[in-house]
């Protein structure tokens, strides 16, 4: 299943030519990849499919996405370490 997983975009960086950025997860802050939503800045909300933000989501739509999935048990891989 391909999931595209809710976060909040806590700093926003470059890093090779590319615009990058640290997500927290709900507590799980990862590196996250904004080339395709360039327009992301601190405090918003992105989707996250495999380490890329595919769009901007409204707050309260995260939160129903996240519980959702914490719900169905599917956060686990969050909690792995990043490469």
């Given at each position: 299943?391909?999931?595209?997983?809710?976060?909040?975009v806590?700093e926003?960086y470059?890093?090779?030519?590319?615009?990058?950025?640290?997500?927290?997860?709900?507590?799980?802050?990862?590196?996250v990849?904004?080339?395709?939503?360039?327009?992301?800045q601190?405090d918003?909300y992105?989707l996250?499919?495999?380490?890329?933000?595919?769009s901007?989501?409204d707050?309260?739509?995260?939160?129903?996405?996240?519980e959702?999935?914490?719900g169905?048990?599917?956060?686990e891989?969050?909690?792995?370490?990043?490469?």
């Amino acid at each position: 299943m391909c999931l595209a997983v809710p976060g909040r975009v806590v700093e926003t960086y470059t890093e090779h030519d590319m615009l990058m950025g640290r997500v927290d997860f709900g507590g799980v802050v990862k590196r996250v990849c904004l080339a395709h939503t360039p327009e992301a800045q601190v405090d918003d909300y992105v989707l996250v499919h495999v380490g890329f933000a595919l769009s901007r989501i409204d707050e309260a739509e995260a939160r129903r996405v996240f519980e959702f999935l914490e719900g169905m048990d599917q956060l686990e891989e969050l909690k792995t370490d990043s490469p």
